[in-house]
Each structure stands twice: as structure tokens, then as C-alpha cells.
């Protein structure tokens, strides 16, 4: 399986993006079914993929704001 520190350093996604509730910054895969955290680029375009499997979220791999 792939870890999310594999993929690189964090990059925003958001593009200045807020929400009044931190679970609105998330959506669920419907092709794996993880939850996909928008505001990191990396998990946007890994779950764009049409054949993927799910991310390992490994410790330190979210640098959000």
C-alpha cells in the first residue's frame, strides 16, 4: 500500500477555500471509499486515479495550516 508521505511534501488544494466545519473539508472516495481530506492536493489526485487502492495516513504526513 501507498503512504501518504510517499507522495511528497503537503501542497494546499484549497485555494482559499473555507468552512465553517473542519468535516466539510472532507468527502469520501467513491471508487475506494477512504475519506479524502480537499485541502491536501496529494489525496485529491491520488483518489482522481481511476484504478487506486486506499492511502496509509502515516503519522506527520499532514502539514495543514
Not at 480537499?38 to 495516513?57: N, T
Amino acid at each position: 500500500m501507498m503512504k501518504l508521505s510517499d507522495l511528497g511534501r503537503f501542497e494546499p488544494h484549497l485555494n482559499g477555500k473555507t468552512a465553517a466545519e473542519e468535516s466539510e473539508y472532507f468527502y469520501r472516495c467513491h471508487k475506494c471509499g477512504q475519506m479524502v481530506d480537499e485541502r491536501d492536493a496529494r489525496q485529491v489526485i491520488w483518489h482522481s486515479f481511476s484504478e487506486h487502492e486506499r492511502l496509509i495516513i502515516d503519522g506527520g504526513a499532514s502539514h495543514l495550516p
